[in-house]
């Protein structure tokens, strides 16, 4: 079956780093576009990053561009999100996602647990 | 900031018809497939409808889903406690670099 498993969420203060990781199996990962999501505490749901399956395309939500890096090693089957100059208001709920690419649009099957990063000093 | 704007909470009686709207523009909703997301309490989102109207494989069909122009209703018949829960739809918006959109969510509760 499809398992999506987040790690490296923590507490770092404000300027530090964090790199999240998300381990996938039950699927052929190199087929899929992959995203990252997160969810501030009581808050909704916002689309942070995507990947496509090969890592050639990749698009980044404005409250992050420039700070965060995503990633992924299709030979480890595995995601990453590298997060530099954390702000407290990136402090959520962080998900990996897979995304079913279509014409017009995409969807997201199979979400991980998340991984709770918190920014504060 | 959300571009999809939802109702912040519908509530009705077990065994009861909820409806929760999504609107949009042309840029998201009016030229792209809507999903719906539920997340229940402490959990990860889960996804219940796709394509606009699509069910995955193993979700009862008392969860429907429907689009018209740049708004998007996600309907739910015969109402149980167990779907308390948040909702939310989402699309990809082509005039934001590519982002994909989610709606500001609704909570459903069961009285």
């Known amino acids: 079956q499809v398992q999506l498993v987040e790690s490296g969420g923590g507490l770092v203060k404000p300027g530090g780093s964090l790199r999240l990781s998300c381990a996938a199996s039950?699927?052929?990962?190199?087929?899929?576009?992959m995203s990252w999501i997160r969810q501030a505490p009581g808050k909704g749901l916002e689309w942070v990053s995507y990947?496509?399956?090969?890592?050639?395309?990749?698009y980044y939500a404005d409250s992050v561009k420039g700070r965060f890096t995503i990633s992924r090693d299709n030979a480890k089957n595995s995601l990453y999100l590298q997060m530099n100059s954390l702000r407290a208001e990136d402090t959520a709920v962080y998900y990996c996602a897979r995304e079913m690419r279509e014409l017009l649009g995409g969807y997201f099957d199979y979400w991980g647990q998340g991984t709770l990063v918190t920014v504060s000093s | 900031q959300s571009v999809l704007t939802q109702p912040p909470s519908v509530s009705a009686a077990p065994g009861q018809k909820v409806t929760i709207s999504c609107s949009g523009s042309?840029?998201?909703?009016?030229?792209?497939?809507v999903s719906w997301y539920q997340q229940l309490p402490g959990t990860a989102p889960k996804l219940l409808i796709y394509?606009?109207?699509k069910r995955p494989s193993g979700i009862p069909d008392r969860f429907s889903g429907s689009k018209s122009g740049t708004s998007a209703t996600l309907g739910i018949t015969g109402l149980q406690t167990g779907d308390e829960a948040d909702y939310y739809c989402?699309?990809?918006?082509?005039?934001?670099?590519?982002?994909?959109?989610f709606g500001t969510g609704t909570k459903v509760t069961v009285l």
């Open positions: 042309s840029s998201n909703i009016g030229n792209n497939y």
């Open positions: 039950g699927f052929t990962f190199s087929d899929y576009y």
């Open positions: 989402g699309t990809w918006d082509s005039s934001l670099s590519a982002n994909y959109v």
């Open positions: 394509d606009n109207n």
């Open positions: 990947i496509s399956s090969s890592g050639s395309t990749i």
